[in-house]
């Protein structure tokens, strides 16, 4: 019985500084965000480089895993998730936690090992939610003021708040997260790009579904962080051992990246025992162009 009221008059207190719940503030965060999400209109392929034994299980950088294993999605969804961690001040992620991945194969290569390599491959789904990168996503007054009553004073837009290292703020944006990262299936940020085979220019708002009455600029955001595997349709992982694995697209991901080796684009694309893989057969440089007009994001003809 002391328990039961006790835990009243504790919930009471809170009522009496907030003026919204944890839950509500939560709900009404995600709801406000939602209106200036912009969503992917059709498939497109990114690419995230990294060093085999980040990607296969512990010990096993050097065994061979078909690219469709389930150990890869696992990749996605662990690296994904510490969007609701706490971030750390030595954090050096530019756009805040999560998986980065690039619109091409040659924009980061230079994260992944040279000998040992490992690739993430994700089909970004069509309809897929993201958080553009812009400074205008702005904080309702009402709910910038609960935000300030629960001591995150440094949060001065949703942009500030995701990208926070101050404790405060970041259990206030585990409330706009949640333990289920559902607010959000992804982020496009400003990073550097790259080349892309067979690709004029890149123009991100081609490929995007834009929030009517926002004239916001979209021509730079050319990254992806991945925050959840439902960003994606499909997710497949390479490594220097990898073979041919029966899934189509799976497969022409493989002699696109041989063919654009073979073009004498890029040096370390695949490994000299993939070269040396005649199953593997190395995409023509009109197949790689073709190719990259149908799954590079923003890829202009």
């Not at 709801?31 to 980040?54: M, Q």
């Not at 089909?123 to 309702?140: C, E, F, M």
């Not at 926002?214 to 994606?232: G, I, R, W």
Request: charge should be positive; charged fraction near 20%.
């Amino acid at each position: 019985m002391l328990k039961s009221l006790a835990f009243v008059s504790f919930s009471l207190l809170i009522s009496s500084a907030y003026g919204m719940s944890d839950a509500d503030l939560g709900k009404s965060m995600r709801a406000e965000l939602n209106k200036t999400l912009v969503t992917v209109k059709s498939p497109k392929l990114i690419f995230h480089w990294v060093d085999a034994s980040d990607v296969n299980p512990q010990g096993q950088y050097n065994t061979e895993y078909p690219s469709t294993a389930a150990h890869f999605k696992t990749y996605v969804e662990k690296q994904g998730k510490r969007i609701y961690n706490r971030r750390n001040r030595g954090d050096s992620d530019i756009a805040g936690p999560g998986l980065y991945m690039a619109a091409g194969p040659l924009i980061s290569r230079s994260y992944g090992g040279e000998k040992s390599f490992g690739l993430i491959v994700g089909l970004v789904k069509p309809g897929a939610r993201i958080v553009p990168s812009h400074t205008t996503l702005a904080i309702d007054a009402k709910l910038a003021s609960e935000i300030v009553k629960r001591g995150c004073t440094e949060a001065y837009d949703y942009l500030s708040l995701l990208d926070t290292y101050e404790p405060a703020c970041i259990k206030v944006k585990q409330l706009l997260v949640g333990k289920d990262i559902s607010f959000a299936d992804g982020r496009l940020y400003t990073w550097a790009t790259g080349s892309i085979p067979g690709c004029s220019d890149n123009q991100p708002e081609r490929d995007i579904v834009i929030t009517q009455g926002n004239k916001e600029d979209y021509s730079s955001l050319d990254t992806f962080v991945a925050y959840h595997p439902n960003l994606f349709s499909k997710i497949y992982g390479y490594t220097h051992k990898t073979k041919l694995s029966g899934d189509k697209l799976a497969d022409e991901v493989l002699s696109y990246l041989k063919g654009i080796e073979a073009m004498g684009l890029y040096s370390g694309l695949i490994s000299e025992q993939q070269i040396k893989d005649t199953a593997i057969k190395a995409m023509t440089a009109t197949q790689v162009k073709s190719f990259s007009q149908k799954y590079a994001f923003g890829c202009t003809p």
